[in-house]
């Protein structure tokens, strides 16, 4: 009971993250705006630092939300592009969005930039635009954590089933062998009960044989005696 209580736990956290995206277990969605390089060049870009995420899962949410987008996507590496992708906030515009998944020691990242036709989206320039894309991103990190938090927690499902199979079994072995001792306990018993009564046996057999062999002897002499 106790397990499936800490499962459930688990289960209701990962729903709490759903709706609360900015932190994760006490790992932040970090949201950040850097310089990144593209195909294209260096740009500014907003960028997203997913706590938790594998790279296939990374991929899969990140080719989800690009699609949402509109337009064509494209990828070529690590890199993503949406060829003339439309969103509601760029209104009756058209836009190319770029994605770039970035790798480093202890942490994934995701930079996303916008080129609006002939430049590229900036908070000071575009700071609506620019919110409405920095809200999507940590949106799509935060949901990116959680199924990847999500399909660790179906793992360990397994794991935990397969750890308590193999508990039972145990028990099992260990309850078939305590039984195994009490029926040895009990041919002891009944072997050292045996022992004893074969003991008395034995000492009366060898009193029969010393009578048997005074007799023997006795009559042994009284046939010498005999002329």
Do not use: C
């Amino acid at each position: 009971m106790r397990k499936n209580h800490v499962f459930k736990s688990v289960l209701l956290l990962v729903g709490f993250v759903a709706v609360f995206p900015g932190s994760f277990w006490g790992q932040e969605v970090v949201m950040s705006d850097e310089s990144i390089q593209f195909s294209g060049g260096f740009h500014d870009a907003v960028v997203t630092t997913i706590p938790f995420a594998n790279r296939e899962t990374i991929e899969k949410q990140l080719k989800s939300e690009l699609k949402s987008w509109g337009g064509k996507l494209v990828i070529t590496g690590d890199e993503y592009k949406v060829v003339q992708g439309q969103l509601k906030i760029f209104g009756e515009n058209h836009f190319d969005g770029y994605a770039k998944i970035i790798e480093t020691a202890g942490e994934t990242k995701v930079a996303f930039v916008i080129d609006l036709g002939g430049r590229y989206m900036t908070s000071t320039e575009d700071p609506v635009e620019y919110k409405a894309i920095r809200e999507r991103a940590q949106n799509f990190s935060a949901k990116t954590a959680t199924v990847s938090i999500g399909a660790d927690v179906d793992s360990d499902k397994k794991v935990l089933r397969s750890l308590e199979k193999e508990e039972k079994r145990l028990e099992k072995s260990i309850e078939g062998s305590n039984r195994d001792i009490e029926n040895y306990q009990k041919k002891i018993k009944q072997a050292e009960k045996d022992i004893e009564t074969k003991k008395t046996a034995l000492s009366a057999k060898q009193e029969e044989i010393r009578t048997q062999n005074q007799q023997l002897s006795e009559r042994k002499k009284t046939a010498k005696k005999i002329k």
